[in-house]
């Protein structure tokens, strides 16, 4: 039973190219959350997606970033034309979606954005 | 969702009992206590959770609290292993997902267990 994948592990960009990072919840997991870790700091919300539906995007930057779930597919973070600032880890987290949700949230193991 | 207050870091010697204490005197009644840690730069990891009652599972226990103000997450037998930011977060829980079910994470205790 894997867990979360995500990839890639760790990625590297020029200022002004684009990421796209890449969540595999778990097998039977409906509902994919979005953390972005900064250096030195903690654990930020970004946003929440249920299959195809942005539910809760309370965290994320206005500009530049965005993310999607498709019906088929991996969830994908999306950030357009990256700056330094955006060097962090990116990690994803998928629950259950049924009545037997405990609130757990599982995690992957991240998705380290390096911008030179 | 109810704020947490822990201490910034603890030290602990290997094979002894681990103690965090985690400060919520805002909680309300329908919000659980859960805990997370995260052991440097790994994916979080959940430990445990409880809404009043102490709970004891393979990784830790739980020590509620009466008035559900404070809790107290216990390592039994600390190795370095354990050495990680332990979180605590106390929020509603939506036994079918959703957003109510995000973790906001704080700052956490960062337990560093000795040889």
């Known amino acids: 039973n894997a867990g979360v994948m995500q990839n890639p592990r760790h990625l590297v960009r020029r200022r002004g190219q684009e990421a796209r990072l890449r969540c595999s919840p778990m097998?039977?997991?409906?509902?994919v959350y979005w953390y972005r870790q900064l250096p030195e700091e903690g654990l930020k919300f970004m946003v929440y997606l249920q299959k195809e539906n942005i539910i809760d995007e309370s965290g994320m930057p206005k500009e530049r970033f965005s993310a999607e779930f498709p019906k088929e597919g991996p969830s994908i973070l999306r950030i357009q034309q990256v700056v330094r600032g955006d060097s962090a880890a990116y990690f994803c987290a998928s629950s259950a979606s049924t009545g037997l949700n405990t609130g757990e949230l599982f995690f992957g193991e991240g998705s380290r954005l390096t911008v030179l | 969702d109810a704020k947490t207050t822990q201490p910034t870091s603890m030290d602990c010697a290997e094979g002894r009992a681990a103690n965090l204490p985690c400060n919520h005197s805002?909680?309300?009644?329908?919000?659980?206590v859960y805990w997370y840690r995260q052991i440097h730069s790994q994916g979080p990891q959940y430990i445990i959770h409880?809404?009043?009652n102490n709970e004891t599972n393979e990784m830790a226990s739980l020590i509620i609290t009466e008035d559900r103000k404070s809790s107290t997450l216990i390592l039994p037998h600390a190795t370095l292993r354990d050495t990680a930011v332990y979180y605590c977060i106390v929020r509603v829980t939506s036994k079918y997902g959703g957003a109510t079910n995000k973790l906001i994470f704080g700052t956490g205790t960062l337990l560093a267990v000795q040889p």
């Open positions: 097998k039977g997991h409906s509902h």
């Open positions: 409880g809404l009043k």
């Open positions: 805002t909680i309300s009644g329908n919000e659980y």
